[in-house]
């Protein structure tokens, strides 16, 4: 195993970990101590690809389990390993909670998408990796 192959599988590892700090994170999401909503995002074509566009659907959710209308939501988009640039995609709200907008992974690989949402003057952020095609 020369170093090139150690470099990658320790990337390989941290991504790994990382990957699973963000969706537990995500999963056991508490409704109070800060997080005072519950965010589910999905992506179409899921996984996402490289090959075109992405719609971005974002559920949001109070303790209760009521919708969060009124709120601005948006994504920020960036590889793990590599800086691409800023690729900020808004959502726009259709009610019922849900927020949507579509936006491009510009390379395969490993994304972490950043979810931000604001309502009431309270903002809250989460953020899930994606291994796009
Ligand atoms: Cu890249």
Redesign the pocket.
């Known amino acids: 195993m020369n170093f090139r192959t150690l470099l990658l599988r320790s990337y390989c590892a941290v991504a790994v970990a990382a990957a699973v700090l963000a969706l537990g994170a995500c999963r056991s999401l508490p409704a109070a101590g800060g997080r005072p909503w519950k965010m589910a995002l999905t992506m179409s074509p899921s996984p996402a690809s490289s090959a075109g566009d992405t719609v971005f659907t974002l559920k949001v959710s109070d303790a209760a389990g009521r919708p969060v209308n009124g709120g601005t939501a948006s994504l920020d988009l960036a ?1 793990t ?2 800086d ?1 640039g800023p690729n900020h995609v808004v959502l726009a709200p259709k009610g019922n909670g849900v927020y949507t907008g579509s936006g491009a992974f ?2 395969s ?1 490993t994304w972490r998408c950043t979810v931000t949402f604001t309502a009431g003057g309270r903002t809250q952020t989460e953020s899930l990796l994606e291994k796009v095609r």
Do not use: A, I, K, T
């Open positions: 590889m390993s590599m691409m510009l390379m690989g």
